[in-house]
């Protein structure tokens, strides 16, 4: 008998998905175990993105299949609202709804979505907020906040949806070095509180320190994976070798 | 009693200019009426073209290709042709085709009805455009972070795209609106007796062109500013604060 417990939340097997002619992924297999993080590593254009979009059917796959507690999400008959209750994303640009609050993006889903009680969901979103040290910035609109403010937001909306696995696709790019920071000691504090998370990055700091796992993809296949400290100290593929040498 | 009556007849009387609806109760019911028509006729057009603007752009959007090909033939046919000329094909033609008789007397739709027909048909097209173009500017991402909260297509475009769509296309929208009420005028030429056509019917009586095309003109001036002060108002009112479109 197998205890839920143990299988892997996310399993993906040997997936293929092409732009067009443009091979992006293929036969990319991993599993994520419950309440790890896993960092993926890689140079641009290898499929890392792609990756993490497949996993919440953002992007449709064409071969192969991904299993999200269990349940098979390349599908036809696959419902997206459930698998997007489990899964929540958080994206480089933030991609807050402007004509929001801070308050009201955490609050929009829960209520628009899964139809819950507004002021429930108000009490959540303001302690979601404080979570995310963004207590007092409720009223403010995303336009009149910081990029790591921001992103802390978008965090706080993705975990009003209650997700089992968080998706994290390079969310400290497109910010500066000192704002870096307070969104990576967000992301820790989930994955303490043994959130299960998933994160295409290039901090490798934070990989090395927070991740369970690091899987570095190249021409979308995964060259190499371990545990961090093994990882960094001993790649072997030469591949990797290159990739850490540079950004090291 | 020494009133506003008094004071204009005293000026015709001695300067002879002749602002004859401002001391002569006919003239100024006419001038009244055709004023009120023209507000009428313009209000009409407003909420028709606005209402043709925003199914088309939905239809647009659609993913069925007829509609989408009705939808571009539309404003092909439409906001390509002059509205003078549209106005005398709707009126001449159509009107034609649409008179016939039924027991109870002849069926014929009204100049009125006509001219309101016409131009929210040619503005209307115009509003797709605005519309199509507000909807094209929500930023991809937007629909995407949408999507990944796990709302559906009509939820994206109800709670995300229309709110951010209708902003960007503000500018625009109030600028074809403008134009519409100014192109009320139009009317004149098919016998509405909206503000332009009753002067011209004072000034054939009275002989008082400059008198009636100075009032037209302060007429507009006043009727476009206000109208162009309160779509600045509800611009303000709808501003994200600190977003700028496009980023």
Known sequence: MTDASTLPIVRIVDVHKSFGLVPVLQGVSLDIARGEVACIIGPSGSGKSTLLRCINALVPIDQGSILIENEEINTPSLDKLTLRRKVGMVFQQYNLFPHRTALQNVMMAPIHVLKQDKAAVETRARALLKKVRLEGKEDSFPGELSGGQQQRVAIARSLAMNPKVMLFDEVTAALDPETVKEVLVTIRELAEEGMTCVLVTHEMGFAREVGNHVYFTDKGKIVEHGPPAEFFANASHPRTREFLNQIL | ?247
Not at chain 2, 71 to 99: E, K, S
Not at chain 2, 159 to 183: E, Q
Request: a positive charge.
């Open chain 2, 1 to 247: 009693m020494f009133g506003i009556d008094d004071w204009f007849r005293r000026l015709y009387d001695t300067s002879g200019i002749n602002f004859t609806y401002l001391y002569d109760a006919y003239d100024r019911g006419r001038f009244l009426a055709g004023i009120v028509l023209t507000l009428e006729l313009a209000a009409i057009c407003i909420i028709a073209s606005i209402v043709i603007g925003v199914v088309g752009a939905a239809l647009h959007g659609s993913r069925f290709r007829v509609t989408n090909a009705l939808v571009r033939g539309y404003v092909a046919l439409f906001r390509n042709t002059p509205p003078l000329v549209q106005l005398f094909f709707f009126f001449f033609v159509l009107g034609g085709l649409l008179t016939f008789k039924t027991p109870y007397g002849t069926f014929q739709l009204s100049n009125f009805t006509w001219a309101a027909i016409s131009l929210s048909v040619y503005y209307g097209s115009f509003n797709i455009e605005n519309f199509r173009a507000g909807i094209e500017s929500v930023p991809r991402t937007m629909v995407q972070a949408a999507e990944a909260l796990g709302y559906r297509k009509g939820q994206i475009y109800l709670y995300v795209i229309l709110p951010l769509a209708f902003r960007f296309s503000l500018p625009a929208l109030g600028n074809t609106l403008v134009s519409l009420v100014k192109a009320t005028s139009l009317a004149y030429a098919i016998a509405v007796p909206e503000v332009l056509y009753v002067s011209s019917e004072i000034w054939s009586d009275q002989l008082n062109v400059p008198e009636m095309m100075v009032t037209i003109m302060v007429f507009y001036v006043t009727l476009v500013s206000i109208m162009v002060y309160a779509i600045h108002r509800f611009e303000k009112r709808l501003r994200i604060p600190g977003y700028s479109a496009g980023r």
